[in-house]
C-alpha cells in the first residue's frame, strides 16, 4: 500500500470533515482526555482498508491502534476488528474518516468474494473495470483484489484498449488496430471491443491478442467463441450480475469484467464504540 497516496487521500478527507475543528469534541471533551475503543462490525463480510483506518489515526497522533484481522479476512457480525486507545478527541474526529474509507472498501470486497465464488471452478477470471470513485480507484481496485478479484487496467496509460468509439472516429476496427500497432508495435497486447460477430471476425483478421465480447447474449457469445477458436483471449462486459456469472462462466470465457463491484455495492456496516474514558 503506497501511504504517499494514501495520506494524501485522509487529508483531504479531513479537510472535507473538520476544516476548522470538532467544535462538539472541543465544547464537551478535555484536550488531554483519553479513551478506549473499539471496532466492531455489524455484519457478515469480507473486512478491507484496515490499514487505512490505522493510518487515519497514526496522522492525527495520540493514538494507538491494534488490528485485529487483516484485509481480506471473511468476519462475522459481533467480530472485534481493532482497539484504540489514546486522546479522546482525536479518536472523535477521526471516527468518520476511518469508518467511511473502511466500510467502503469492505462493501467492495464483499461484493468481488460473491462475484468471485460464483465462477469457482468456471476457469474464467473476475476483472474490475475504470467505473470507479474519482480519486479513490488505487483504494478501490485494491479492496477488489482483497475479495478475490482481479484488476483490469488502472487507466488509460496502462493497456490499449480500442472501444466502440475508438473505432468510430477511425473508420474500422482493421484501421484502428493498424494505428495503434504502428504506434506501440509489439510492445503492448490490443484489445479490441466487439458487439457483434463481424466485428469479432474484423478483430481476429486484424491480430487483435483480446477481444472483448460486449453486451451479446448468450447464443451470440457462444458463436463468437466458437469463430474465436482460442485465437485470441476473450473477455466479456455488460450486464454482468450475480445471477448471469455462473452462465458467463460455463461459456468459456477466459475473463469476465465488472463495473458494479465497484459503483453498485453496499458498504459494510461497522461501528467504533467507546468503551472506557479517563
Same mark, same amino acid.
Given at each position: 500500500?503506497?501511504?504517499?497516496?494514501?495520506?494524501?487521500?485522509?487529508?483531504?478527507?479531513?479537510?472535507?470533515?473538520?476544516?476548522?475543528?470538532?467544535?462538539?469534541?472541543?465544547?464537551?471533551?478535555?484536550?488531554?482526555?483519553?479513551?478506549?475503543?473499539?471496532?466492531?462490525?455489524?455484519?457478515?463480510?469480507?473486512?478491507?482498508?484496515?490499514?487505512?483506518?490505522?493510518?487515519?489515526?497514526?496522522?492525527?497522533?495520540?493514538?494507538?491502534?491494534?488490528?485485529?484481522?487483516?484485509?481480506?479476512?471473511?468476519?462475522?457480525?459481533?467480530?472485534?476488528?481493532?482497539?484504540?486507545?489514546?486522546?479522546?478527541?482525536?479518536?472523535?474526529?477521526?471516527?468518520?474518516?476511518?469508518?467511511?474509507?473502511?466500510?467502503?472498501?469492505?462493501?467492495?470486497?464483499?461484493?468481488?468474494?460473491?462475484?468471485? #465464488? =460464483?465462477? +469457482?471452478?468456471?476457469? !474464467? *477470471?473476475?476483472?474490475?473495470? %475504470? @467505473?470507479?470513485?474519482?480519486?479513490?480507484?488505487? &483504494?478501490?481496485?485494491?479492496?477488489?483484489?482483497?475479495?478475490?478479484?482481479?484488476?483490469?487496467?488502472?487507466?488509460?496509460?496502462?493497456?490499449?484498449?480500442?472501444?466502440?468509439?475508438?473505432?468510430?472516429?477511425?473508420?474500422?476496427?482493421? #484501421? =484502428?488496430? +493498424?494505428?495503434?500497432? !504502428? *504506434?506501440?508495435?509489439?510492445? %503492448? @497486447?490490443?484489445?479490441?471491443?466487439?458487439?457483434? &460477430?463481424?466485428?469479432?471476425?474484423?478483430?481476429?483478421?486484424?491480430?487483435?491478442?483480446?477481444?472483448?465480447?460486449?453486451?451479446?447474449?448468450?447464443?451470440?457469445?457462444?458463436?463468437?467463441?466458437?469463430?474465436?477458436?482460442?485465437?485470441?483471449?476473450?473477455?466479456?462486459?455488460?450486464?454482468?450480475?450475480?445471477?448471469?456469472?455462473?452462465?458467463?462462466?460455463?461459456?468459456?470465457?477466459?475473463?469476465?469484467?465488472?463495473?458494479?463491484?465497484?459503483?453498485?455495492?453496499?458498504?459494510?456496516?461497522?461501528?467504533?464504540?467507546?468503551?472506557?474514558?479517563?
Amino acid at each position: 500500500m503506497n501511504y504517499a497516496i494514501i495520506d494524501e487521500l485522509i487529508k483531504r478527507a479531513f479537510e472535507e470533515d473538520f476544516p476548522y475543528g470538532d467544535i462538539t469534541s472541543e465544547a464537551l471533551i478535555a484536550p488531554d482526555a483519553q479513551a478506549q475503543a473499539v471496532l466492531m462490525a455489524k455484519e457478515a463480510g469480507v473486512i478491507c482498508g484496515l490499514p487505512v483506518f490505522a493510518r487515519v489515526f497514526a496522522l492525527l497522533g495520540g493514538v494507538e491502534c491494534r488490528l485485529e484481522a487483516q484485509d481480506g479476512d471473511i468476519i462475522e457480525k459481533g467480530r472485534k476488528l481493532a482497539f484504540l486507545k489514546g486522546n479522546t478527541r482525536n479518536i472523535l474526529k477521526g471516527e468518520r474518516t476511518a469508518l467511511n474509507f473502511t466500510q467502503r472498501l469492505s462493501g467492495i470486497a464483499t461484493k468481488t468474494r460473491q462475484f468471485a #465464488q =460464483a465462477l +469457482a471452478g468456471s476457469g !474464467a *477470471k473476475l476483472l474490475d473495470t %475504470r @467505473k470507479t470513485t474519482p480519486g479513490l480507484r488505487c &483504494l478501490e481496485k485494491y479492496a477488489v483484489s482483497a475479495g478475490g478479484g482481479l484488476n483490469h487496467r488502472f487507466g488509460l496509460s496502462d493497456g490499449i484498449l480500442i472501444k466502440d468509439n475508438h473505432i468510430a472516429a477511425l473508420g474500422g476496427v482493421g #484501421q =484502428a488496430v +493498424a494505428a495503434a500497432r !504502428a *504506434k506501440h508495435g509489439f510492445q %503492448r @497486447k490490443i484489445e479490441v471491443e466487439a458487439a457483434d &460477430l463481424a466485428m469479432v471476425g474484423e478483430a481476429l483478421a486484424a491480430g487483435a491478442e483480446i477481444i472483448m465480447l460486449d453486451n451479446m447474449d448468450d447464443e451470440t457469445m457462444k458463436k463468437a467463441l466458437q469463430l474465436i477458436g482460442g485465437r485470441a483471449l476473450t473477455e466479456c462486459s455488460g450486464n454482468v450480475d450475480l445471477p448471469r456469472l455462473q452462465t458467463l462462466g460455463r461459456l468459456g470465457v477466459d475473463y469476465i469484467s465488472c463495473g458494479a463491484l465497484t459503483h453498485s455495492f453496499s458498504s459494510l456496516d461497522l461501528s467504533l464504540i467507546i468503551q472506557q474514558q479517563r
